[in-house]
């Protein structure tokens, strides 16, 4: 019989809506035991084949089994560049988790019985890091010749710098804003990743010999072609999907409406939450609706909810989204959170019109309910309007969160980068090479919107074939 799953240790609700503090607490020693012990070992353990970087799942779980921590850190790290990380954040349930065995068959997404493996993983890249353990690295003389230019400080470029530098490649990371980090420091609320575990990553990259150019935009401060002329090999752009969707709708340039771009990057970036002990403001409202399903709504919707807590107003916050709850991408884990902090939603939902006062600030949101239809292209069933179903919200705010596409200011500088319909960018998928011979690209300038350990994969394989075409030049 299989045990029962071991619980992680979670901040109190009624604690959490009154701060940015960390929610899930993580595993004990004696916990990430126990939940290993669950493990089957199975002889052909299918979790690793589901993650995008194949971490060895059932090795790195053996170790903690054995109490060998550092075991199971090196083990992860052969593959994972940053477990602290991906332990908090990455999808397991529709990844390593919904592969395990003990996930029902066709489910959507992991069961509650799956191994538990994002947070074995999170407690093991943890000890790493409180333990302060450096991985063995495997430079050699003769890539040291090298040198490449990362542009993007995200997911996908830290790892790609962090692959190149172990091997002793001279490696440059140049970053638009002023704080590294990327999507990781501007798009995850603290409460869900703290900015100490980014910090720690980017500092053991500092201590490989990588160098980081903050306020630096590729395609206005340099271009492509005059970075080459600085001596650099190769280039690799991990620029990821700053550039937010829009619902396109009647009044949607009325006050009090933020992409969730704007909305997030203020708080996590820019320390809002914190004004006016940080200089820069954010509004919040007394009806806030959050449109979208995914991640980052979730995100959204959150720091709305601590927004209006901290500021004395109603915990009045909901998202709204076309679909059912189950066709969400959101993570599970993020969903049942927000719902817990008392986050509402409205499913089936479609905006129609935002409406204004007199002022030319947001009053309504216009809406129409919808059913299932038959499946579109995403493999979901498409959301149908209902013929008469238009009703009202009330909503002094509103955060739009329906997906993001790619930075156009390098593409639009650099006419000989092909992109797709989408205007991401065309790669080879074995290589990642972009039609510029000797620029490489990863993440979600590549794929579009999707998780950080697939901008990982990407970026993996994009090193490897840098390092295969610096072998061949030596």
């Not at 080459?228 to 009090?256: H, M, Q, T």
């Not at 990642?432 to 970026?459: F, L, R």
Request: hydrophobic share 40%; glycine share 8%.
């Amino acid at each position: 019989m299989i045990q029962e799953p071991v619980k992680v240790k979670e901040a109190p609700v009624e604690l959490r809506t009154g701060n940015f503090e960390e929610v899930i607490r993580g595993y004990t020693q004696e916990e990430a035991i126990a939940e290993s012990t669950r493990c089957l070992q199975c002889k052909n353990p299918v979790c690793i084949s589901a993650c995008p970087v194949n971490i060895d799942i059932k090795k790195f779980i053996y170790y903690i089994r054995q109490k060998d921590y550092a075991q199971a850190y090196f083990t992860i790290r052969q593959k994972n560049n940053f477990p602290s990380i991906c332990g908090r954040v990455c999808p397991a349930e529709y990844q390593c988790r919904k592969a395990c065995v003990l996930t029902k068959k066709d489910a959507v997404f992991a069961s509650p019985e799956a191994i538990n493996i994002h947070f074995l993983e999170r407690f093991v890249g943890d000890y790493g890091k409180n333990n302060h353990l450096d991985v063995p690295v495997e430079k050699e003389e003769k890539f040291s010749r090298f040198k490449v230019a990362v542009v993007g400080s995200g997911p996908a470029g830290l790892c790609c710098a962090g692959e190149l530098a172990r091997k002793g490649v001279r490696v440059d990371i140049f970053e638009s804003l002023h704080k590294t980090g990327g999507v990781l420091r501007y798009g995850i609320p603290p409460f869900r990743l703290p900015w100490d575990v980014l910090d720690f990553e980017i500092d053991y990259l500092k201590r490989l010999g990588v160098n980081f150019f903050p306020n630096f935009l590729v395609g206005k401060t340099a271009t492509l072609t005059q970075l080459f002329d600085r001596g650099y090999s190769s280039i690799f752009l991990g620029l990821g999907a700053g550039v937010p969707g829009f619902l396109k709708i009647k009044g949607e340039n009325l006050c009090n409406i933020y992409s969730v771009n704007e909305f997030l990057t203020r708080i996590n970036l820019m320390s809002a939450y914190k004004f006016p002990e940080f200089h820069t403001p954010v509004n919040i409202g007394r009806n806030v609706l959050i449109v979208g399903g995914g991640n980052s709504a979730m995100d959204a919707a959150r720091v709305a909810l601590r927004l209006q807590k901290i500021n004395g107003l109603p915990l009045n916050t909901t998202v709204i989204y076309r679909r059912t709850e189950t066709e969400m991408p959101a993570r599970r884990l993020e969903i049942e959170h927000a719902k817990e902090e008392g986050v509402k939603f409205g499913f089936l939902v479609q905006p129609k019109e935002f409406i204004g006062d007199d002022q030319g600030a947001l009053g309504k949101l216009v809406c129409l309910r919808s059913e299932l239809g038959a499946p579109d292209n995403s493999g979901r069933r498409r959301p149908v309007i209902i013929p008469g179903s238009e009703f009202e919200l009330d909503c002094d705010l509103c955060v739009i969160a329906v997906g993001l596409s790619a930075n156009q200011v390098l593409i639009n500088a650099t006419p000989q980068l092909k992109i797709n319909q989408d205007r991401d960018l065309i790669v080879n998928p074995q290589t990642m090479e972009t039609s510029i011979p000797g620029v490489y690209a990863g993440g979600d300038i590549v794929g579009g919107e999707g998780t950080i350990i697939e901008a990982m994969g990407m970026a993996k394989a994009a090193a490897r074939a840098m390092i295969d075409s610096f072998i061949k030049q030596v």
